[in-house]
């Protein structure tokens, strides 16, 4: 199932990304009372009762020396063309604005359903006073209180009643899914072409050509593959040139149909932060990576230029050390032929299930060569552990206080396991729980 998106819109100092915050759980977004400092991740998943969901905190484009409600216009377009339905965050202690008003028009025109909040309703008192955004033409506003978090079941459920199915396409457990992410113009569409052996994405040197997500299906030496490119920007000009963060959208929809995702990088123009956080959230969807260095052909090399880019690459990807990294040019072909063997390396060791009586052998043994840690006179003691689930591998380590776990003896456990069974190109999830 394709998890269906939810934006938050609305003008400067609404309280967005507090609301953002508070639906998923986490402090990601920036939050300061003052317009306009939202800058950091702006992409999360979050669910509510039985759905699963993304969701966008549009606050975060920066767009720059863009007129004050031009940039609310972009944003709200932005989240159109995104969304599947969208929450229009109002301040219920300022009324109706003219802002309000300038986002109202777009929305109109979206045909996308739109939720109406009215955040800053700190108590009963003040809730006579969101009848005045009934002007806004969207029905009953849901009146609710981002920073005491109050309201917001209300405001989930309407936007859940909006969901749309979206089920995925159906393969069997024998075929291997695999995505292409990594920013504009680093070479998906033409390593997709390349893989199949003929012209079947557009490419160009255009950032942004590819218009939707398109399924390939390749057959390689009996294994049957599908290649899932994720889609480019939709629109050309300055407003999605300005705001590349958005085309993550595509690979987040990508990275969860996928079992193995290919995080590609562009070998002329090297590692930036862009590059990071696409590959974070394979990662923390638990997907298996392999890191593809694209365009290898245009770089001037001797005997130590790989080995170079690599040491790089595990420099800015510490959270991606288990990945592969494989080096070859779409244009020239050369060196493609080793992606596929790596793809089933990683797509095998992200299904790979460990007999309990050797893992818990491989378990003691590390205890023995490093006693577990101590805090306040209280051991961590280990009593049993069991493979509880694959892609990814996720191990329960059964103990006698999860909290006596720390974060660097489960790292220790997670190479220990790694030096026994291997699982080159799958994160392993590892979760204490108390032994009742």
Avoid: C
């Avoid at 979050?46 to 767009?63: K, Q, S, V």
């Avoid at 309201?151 to 909006?162: S, T």
């Avoid at 790292?411 to 396991?417: G, P, Y």
Wanted: charged content about 30%.
């Amino acid at each position: 199932m394709v998890k269906p998106v939810v934006a938050i819109v609305g003008r400067p100092n609404v309280g967005k990304s507090t609301i953002f915050n508070r639906i998923v759980g986490e402090r990601i977004s920036i939050v300061e009372d003052i317009p306009g400092v939202t800058r950091d991740r702006i992409y999360s998943s979050a669910e509510w009762l039985t759905h699963d969901f993304n969701i966008i905190d549009t606050g975060g484009i920066d767009l720059g020396d863009e007129p004050f409600l031009e940039q609310i216009r972009q944003q709200a377009e932005i989240a159109i063309d995104e969304a599947d339905v969208i929450i229009f965050i109002t301040n219920g202690r300022e009324g109706v604005t003219a802002a309000d008003e300038e986002v109202a028009k777009i929305l109109y025109k979206s045909k996308k359903p739109v939720v109406l909040a009215v955040n800053k309703v700190d108590n009963p008192e003040m809730r006579d006073q969101i009848y005045d955004f009934y002007a806004l033409g969207f029905g009953e506003p849901i009146p609710i209180s981002g920073s005491h978090g109050l309201g917001l079941g209300d405001l989930l459920d309407e936007a859940a009643r909006h969901f749309p199915n979206t089920k995925d396409k159906e393969y069997g457990d024998d075929v291997i899914k695999f995505s292409l992410i990594g920013r504009p113009n680093v070479g998906k569409s033409s390593l997709v072409n390349a893989m199949l052996g003929e012209e079947r994405v557009i490419v160009s040197d255009i950032a942004g050509t590819t218009r939707d997500a398109i399924d390939s299906d390749v057959t390689v030496n009996g294994q049957r593959y599908i290649i899932i490119d994720t889609a480019g920007m939709r629109k050309k000009g300055k407003v999605y040139e300005t705001t590349e963060k958005y085309s993550v959208l595509r690979a987040l929809r990508a990275i969860e149909r996928s079992d193995v995702v290919l995080v590609v990088i562009n070998a002329e123009e090297g590692i930036i932060d862009q590059d990071k956080k696409i590959a974070g959230y394979a990662h923390e969807a638990g997907r298996a990576v392999v890191i593809v260095v694209n365009k290898w052909d245009a770089v001037e090399k001797d005997e130590k230029t790989m080995k170079e880019f690599e040491q790089k690459i595990r420099e800015h990807f510490l959270f991606l050390d288990y990945a592969p990294i494989v080096f070859l040019s779409a244009k020239t072909k050369k060196r493609i032929h080793t992606l596929i063997p790596m793809i089933d390396v990683a797509s095998e060791n992200h299904s790979k299930r460990v007999p309990t009586t050797v893992l818990n052998d491989v378990i003691m043994d590390a205890v023995a060569m490093n006693p577990t840690p101590t805090d306040k006179g209280r051991r961590l003691k280990i009593y049993y552990t069991t493979q509880v689930s694959v892609k990814p591998p996720t191990f329960v380590v059964f103990v006698n206080e999860p909290e006596l776990m720390h974060f660097s003896y489960e790292r220790f456990l997670e190479n220990r396991i790694r030096d026994a069974f291997g699982f080159e190109g799958t994160p392993i999830k590892i979760y204490p729980r108390e032994r009742k």
